[in-house]
């Protein structure tokens, strides 16, 4: 009776209240669908502990979720700073739910499937923060057709050309950040070049054309090492913006401004509360990268891939388990004592190596004692970086403590 | 009149014959659909030129695939080889077919997800070649029990005893393959130790277990460079493999071997002409580290990441392309001169860096001559490990010549 309430409730969680109920008044019924949940879904139950998952899966703590997320908003509300959360993490409805506290406004993506996904699921004011790209200049004009308020971003005067080449209907404005390199060294007019306020200019010229604000990035902190490098950085990339703001006053040009990474919003400096917005992302899962840098604590960290010991290696000194870099990236190559991740409570663990579907994993220093990892054992592996192990699934398990309690389905693609 | 047919050819291969023939009675619905279809779809045209497509994508030369997965059929069928192609690269159905010569029999998956996927879509006698984990057993008991032919492997007694908990119902058997180590150092149990023997003993004798076959990958020819060292490798496996077959045999034991990666299979030695089975799988895509192993020529690889330049940065002598880790892996890290990947045509590029939907690219040596990249311009990226590249992907974009010609989505998860 207890087997058959679990699968109902997992019948319920995939099929809705009615299937439910439909098997409560039919047996047959029950047993063929009871079939269909064994092959479609096999180990994969709602509801049930989370060692009852099949591996490798991707596992999130939704209150570390919620209290992550409150944190960075709150931080920002008293600092009066519109936060602006970046989606590229996680990609899903549930996580971005969370992040705009229930709002569906005002989000950051870095793909038009995502603004896309985002658009199609109810939010609004959404940033596609990302240099417009001229084969999306199309689908772009169509969302912001579409969309009470949708933005783009550019970094050099052809993009400009692209945007004003393609009017937007019913009197409607392109609403353009202009992306200003403050030492990050990736996309963005660089801050020092006169190119840097004429194209600011441009923008704010141009007909059919707003220049919304200006956006930088400080990925910079991510080579940083604890809270004062943070900082430093943080306050380097505030004072360049600040400073770019006050040259646009001086040519009668107001804007917003942004600024964004998640080490410097998790470390803000008190210059960043003159700025219009920030805009991290990946805080909502952090990561062993973020606490190596010092955006926050290992504990923190609201995500695990959760694997089994599917081999043992006594003449290498090895164990087998069934995550390879197809369930957690090859990001972190070389980064940590520990390998490719942190294997959770097993600190002289080391997750040596990878293939698609294995992972080499060795004691880093002493014997392996294979009595305590017999085949089956579950270990939870703390991704180096959650953005690029999230990518790496369809479907994020996510639980309450020890109990399943849902799933969510992030967007893919571009 | 030929945009619109353009837009039918599309739609009927997004939604079949019926819906096209709809439209073609129903303007109201043909400008609905079209709007859908540029709202949900954007530039990935079907049809079209492949410098249509919004990139990242990845793009697959059918012509090349055909042409790859022949010279295989065709060199295993001389030998007289059963060759059993591994989907793990590519994970559809429609290269399956092609790699079966549309049998839809005989192949190898690397996880329960591909097995699921391909029975689903009528593929039988599906070896699921991985050692088999426990919290998959009763899945794959049920594919066993619905499948004419469904197949395990195994390396260890603890999981023989998994599959001897739980029987097969109708007098059904367990195909049971052993792994076997041969110097690869990843799963299987080791050749030289007696416990290996043993182990096949134990199948063997096991109620209810059939010992099918003893199956060995030479993963261990990634670390040659030219024929003649896959070709000792490929020798050393096959004669470790056919000694144990003497060995069982001497204990009155008969089944099937099987050896496989694809520079062995690629470049086989005598000897494989013995085997019963090979089970290669990257060579219907093959990729740059198969060129430098030896396994193939550049010309060979029939899929590309097709990206744009979207940034300038003469500062630093450096293109940004749209494409980052999200679209291409960081499989590769360090190996080549060219970086990242090989960007195809242009000798004198390389992708330096990535970050997930940025890549920073840079001449190998000299100036960058940005007149010859204007933002928008199309590069073509061949992949290091065309398995982690495809990984990336939720649809492959299938083109002969420059025309597209359809769209491949693969399963993923576990």
């Not at 992550?68 to 590229?88: D, F, I, S, W």
């Not at 995502?114 to 689908?139: H, M, Q, R, T, W």
């Not at 080391?350 to 009595?371: A, F």
Request: with cysteine; proline share 4%; glycine share 8%.
């Amino acid at each position: 009776m207890l087997l058959m309430t679990n699968w109902l409730r997992f019948a319920e969680c995939l099929c809705g209240h009615f299937l439910s109920q439909l098997m409560h008044d039919n047996l047959i019924t029950y047993i063929v669908f009871l079939w269909v949940c064994v092959c479609a879904e096999c180990c994969h139950h709602g509801g049930g502990p989370i060692s009852s998952l099949c591996t490798p899966a991707l596992v999130v703590d939704i209150n570390k979720v919620k209290s992550n997320a409150k944190k960075m908003t709150e931080r920002y509300k008293e600092l009066g700073v519109q936060l602006r959360p970046h989606m590229k993490t996680h990609k899903t409805i549930e996580c971005a739910d969370i992040m705009t506290t229930g709002s569906r406004r005002c989000i950051v993506v870095s793909t038009l499937a995502e603004a896309l996904f985002y658009a199609d699921n109810g939010f609004e004011d959404i940033l596609y923060a990302y240099s417009v790209p001229f084969d999306k200049v199309e689908c772009c004009a169509a969302l912001s057709e579409r969309l009470d308020l949708f933005q783009v971003l550019l970094d050099h005067p052809d993009a400009l050309e692209q945007l004003k080449k393609r009017p937007l209907r019913d009197g409607r404005l392109w609403h353009v950040w202009m992306k200003l390199d403050c030492g990050n060294g990736r996309a963005g007019v660089l801050h020092s070049q006169p190119e840097s306020l004429k194209l600011a200019q441009a923008i704010d010229e141009a007909e059919g054309v707003e220049l919304t604000g200006i956006y930088a990035h400080c990925g910079n902190t991510y080579n940083c090492r604890g809270v004062e490098q943070i900082q430093a950085v943080a306050q380097e990339t505030t004072t360049l913006t600040l400073e770019f703001m006050e040259k646009l006053k001086a040519e009668g040009i107001t804007c917003k401004s942004s600024i964004g990474s998640t080490p410097s919003c998790s470390h803000p400096v008190k210059d960043m509360a003159r700025l219009s917005e920030v805009h991290p992302g990946n805080y909502v899962f952090y990561d062993v990268q973020q606490s190596v840098i010092g955006s926050c604590s290992l504990e923190d960290v609201a995500v695990r891939v959760l694997t089994r010991v599917i081999g043992h290696c006594p003449h290498r000194n090895q164990l087998l388990i069934d995550c390879g870099w197809a369930g957690l990236s090859l990001d972190g190559a070389g980064k940590l004592p520990t390998g490719y991740a942190v294997v959770d409570g097993h600190p002289n663990l080391k997750l040596l190596s990878m293939t698609q579907e294995h992972g080499r994993v060795e004691p880093i220093s002493g014997k392996l004692d294979y009595s305590k990892y017999p085949l089956g054992t579950m270990l939870k592996l703390i991704p180096y970086h959650s953005c690029a192990t999230a990518a790496m699934h369809p479907t994020y398990y996510v639980h309450s403590e020890d109990r399943l309690v849902g799933k969510w389905t992030p967007t893919r693609g571009w």
